[in-house]
Nanobody, 126 residues
Framework: QVQLVESGGGLVQAGGSLRLSCVASGTTFSLHGVNWFRQAPGKEREFVAAITPSGSHTFYGHSMEGRFTISRDNAKNTLYLQMNSLEPEDTAVYYC???????????????????WGKGTLVIVSS
């Protein structure tokens, strides 16, 4: 059974930084594309960033590019999201998600992801 566990959320002031982590178990992590999504209160789940199984390619949502960096350490079965220049609009629960396909094409839609963590809450105060 694939499990994803996020950590690193918290309260930060606008302009600050946070680093989220997601530890995977129950699968060969290096074979799967993994993404970050977020969901703010009353809003739909939103694509944040994606990274290919090897880590060679990354993709970002429009408002995140230049401020967020997705990375992975396959030896540690861990996905990261470095978030800089945080804004109050970044307040949300952040989820990591894994594509169940082996070395499949990158998917930025929530419906295309097979495994989800429970999320970690990020609050950015103004």
């Amino acid at each position: 059974q694939v499990q994803l566990v996020e950590s690193g959320g918290g309260l930060v002031q606008a302009g600050g930084s946070l680093r989220l982590s997601c530890v995977a178990s129950g699968t060969t992590f290096s074979l799967h594309g993994v993404n970050w999504f977020r969901q703010a209160p009353g809003k739909e789940r939103e694509f944040v960033a994606a990274i290919t199984p090897s880590g060679s390619h990354t993709f970002y949502g429009h408002s995140m590019e230049g401020r967020f960096t997705i990375s992975r350490d396959n030896a540690k079965n861990t996905l990261y999201l470095q978030m800089n220049s945080l804004e109050p609009e970044d307040t949300a629960v952040y989820y990591c998600a894994a594509d169940g396909r082996i070395n499949g094409p990158t998917n930025i839609l929530p419906e295309g992801m097979d495994y989800w963590g429970k999320g970690t809450l990020v609050i950015v105060s103004s």
